[in-house]
């Protein structure tokens, strides 16, 4: 079978490799769609310290059973499943304090497992456990269900900073990711939602896309006066910093409200991992700032149930797609911002 196999940084291979066993405690899957992200451009160019290669790449999986191991239940061939990406430990402190996402001994599927750039992919024991495996609605295509796992991740970083009826919601990033914030934002009830981001291509594909109520761009404006202009001169609820970049980090908490709220959602390069924080200003304004890293097997059980039932679609999010031997195409694609998601179909 084909897969897309990382060997170090910018030596990423399509290769042919023999199709993978099923153990008796694993399900195997036929990848129907792998879709792609701003981590797989990360990879290819610097690596993961987690990765151990040569590994096969992809995280946002979605497939067809085909077969099932002797001690699994519950799984039949011909079920569409969802795959989880971040696989906690499901048994350290902080698993069993319910927080999941950070567990202090996840592995990761496409790091320590071998990814979905592939034909097929062996669902490991690990993944099982914590059941992470996931029953795709029938109303709902296997393209759609590969976006969850990003999904996912947006849904952790909103209940952690509890947005809801009447906030406003700036989010940072006219990314893949930013979409889904915005529309999410909006099924949890947010009564005003802007988007900024400083490439204007980029910003106007998303803003077509989702329809924020305020677009901004941050290479023609002061984006912190502009918030302001456009709350009153109060501020917003919350901001959700979904870029990696410093200074949105910085302008997010100028321009939060009394009492908002601050999602740091994309990480920083480790090159570059600081900020200048006005210390008075979350002193005085008694503002909350909350990291937000990956998602819980439960986010992406909700995830799909939002796309299943229409609150949150994103299947119009999907503007590229390319087969496997095309998977280095698709990196190239994200990193410059030519489509809002992309997504690999072996």
Same mark, same amino acid.
């Not at 999986?61 to 085909?66: I, K």
């Not at 920083?268 to 097997?297: F, W």
């Given at each position: 079978?084909?897969?897309?196999?990382?060997?170090?940084?910018?030596?990423?291979?399509?290769?042919?490799?023999?199709?993978?066993?099923?153990?008796?405690?694993?399900?195997?899957?036929?990848?129907?769609?792998?879709?792609?992200?701003?981590?797989?451009?990360?990879?290819?160019?610097?690596?993961?310290?987690?990765?151990?290669?040569?590994?096969?790449?992809?995280?946002? &999986? $979605?497939?067809?059973?085909?077969?099932?191991?002797?001690?699994?239940?519950?799984? %039949? *061939? !011909? @079920?569409?499943?969802? =795959?989880?990406?971040?696989?906690?430990?499901?048994?350290?402190?902080?698993?069993?304090?319910?927080?999941?996402?950070?567990?202090?001994?996840?592995?990761?599927?496409?790091?320590?497992?071998?990814?979905?750039?592939?034909?097929?992919?062996?669902?490991?024991?690990?993944?099982?456990?914590?059941?992470?495996?996931?029953?795709?609605?029938?109303?709902?295509?296997?393209?759609?269900?590969? &976006? $969850?796992?990003?999904?996912?991740?947006?849904?952790?970083?909103?209940?952690?900073? %509890? *947005? !809801? @009826?009447?906030?406003? =919601?700036?989010?940072?990033?006219?990314?893949?990711?930013?979409?889904?914030?915005?529309?999410?934002?909006?099924?949890?009830?947010?009564?005003?939602?802007?988007?900024?981001?400083?490439?204007?291509?980029?910003?106007?594909?998303?803003?077509?896309?989702?329809?924020?109520?305020?677009?901004?761009?941050?290479?023609?404006?002061?984006?912190?006066?502009?918030?302001?202009?456009?709350?009153?001169?109060?501020?917003?609820?919350?901001?959700?910093?979904?870029?990696?970049?410093?200074?949105?980090?910085?302008?997010?908490?100028?321009?939060?409200?009394?009492?908002?709220?601050?999602?740091?959602?994309?990480?920083?390069?480790?090159?570059?991992?600081?900020?200048?924080?006005?210390?008075?200003?979350?002193?005085?304004?008694?503002?909350?700032?909350?990291?937000?890293?990956?998602?819980?097997?439960?986010?992406?059980?909700?995830?799909?149930?939002?796309?299943?039932?229409?609150?949150?679609?994103?299947?119009?999010?999907?503007?590229?797609?390319?087969?496997?031997?095309?998977?280095?195409?698709?990196?190239?694609?994200?990193?410059?911002?030519?489509?809002?998601?992309?997504?690999?179909?072996?």
């Amino acid at each position: 079978m084909k897969v897309l196999r990382f060997y170090a940084p910018k030596d990423v291979r399509i290769e042919d490799v023999p199709e993978p066993e099923c153990g008796p405690d694993e399900v195997k899957l036929r990848v129907r769609n792998c879709s792609t992200c701003g981590t797989d451009v990360k990879i290819f160019n610097n690596g993961h310290q987690n990765i151990s290669p040569p590994r096969i790449m992809g995280h946002e &999986v $979605a497939g067809e059973v085909v077969e099932v191991g002797a001690d699994v239940g519950g799984w %039949s *061939v !011909g @079920d569409r499943a969802q =795959v989880i990406a971040a696989v906690p430990c499901g048994e350290c402190y902080e698993c069993r304090k319910g927080w999941m996402a950070v567990c202090e001994n996840q592995t990761s599927v496409g790091y320590q497992y071998e990814g979905g750039f592939a034909e097929y992919l062996i669902v490991p024991r690990q993944v099982l456990k914590v059941d992470g495996l996931n029953r795709i609605p029938d109303n709902i295509g296997f393209d759609e269900a590969s &976006v $969850a796992e990003p999904f996912a991740c947006a849904i952790n970083a909103q209940e952690l900073i %509890s *947005v !809801g @009826d009447g906030d406003t =919601v700036v989010v940072f990033g006219a990314g893949p990711i930013g979409c889904i914030h915005i529309r999410l934002a909006r099924a949890n009830g947010a009564s005003g939602v802007f988007l900024i981001d400083v490439n204007a291509e980029r910003l106007k594909m998303s803003a077509d896309a989702v329809q924020p109520d305020e677009v901004i761009n941050g290479s023609e404006v002061d984006v912190v006066e502009r918030v302001k202009e456009l709350t009153g001169g109060r501020g917003t609820d919350v901001v959700i910093t979904a870029t990696a970049a410093n200074v949105a980090q910085e302008q997010a908490i100028s321009m939060a409200a009394r009492r908002g709220r601050i999602s740091f959602f994309g990480g920083l390069p480790k090159t570059n991992p600081y900020i200048q924080c006005d210390s008075n200003l979350v002193h005085y304004r008694e503002l909350m700032i909350m990291g937000a890293n990956g998602s819980a097997p439960e986010h992406n059980k909700r995830a799909l149930e939002y796309i299943s039932t229409g609150k949150v679609p994103v299947k119009d999010l999907i503007t590229a797609r390319l087969p496997l031997d095309r998977a280095l195409e698709a990196f190239d694609i994200v990193a410059k911002g030519e489509a809002i998601k992309v997504t690999i179909e072996p």
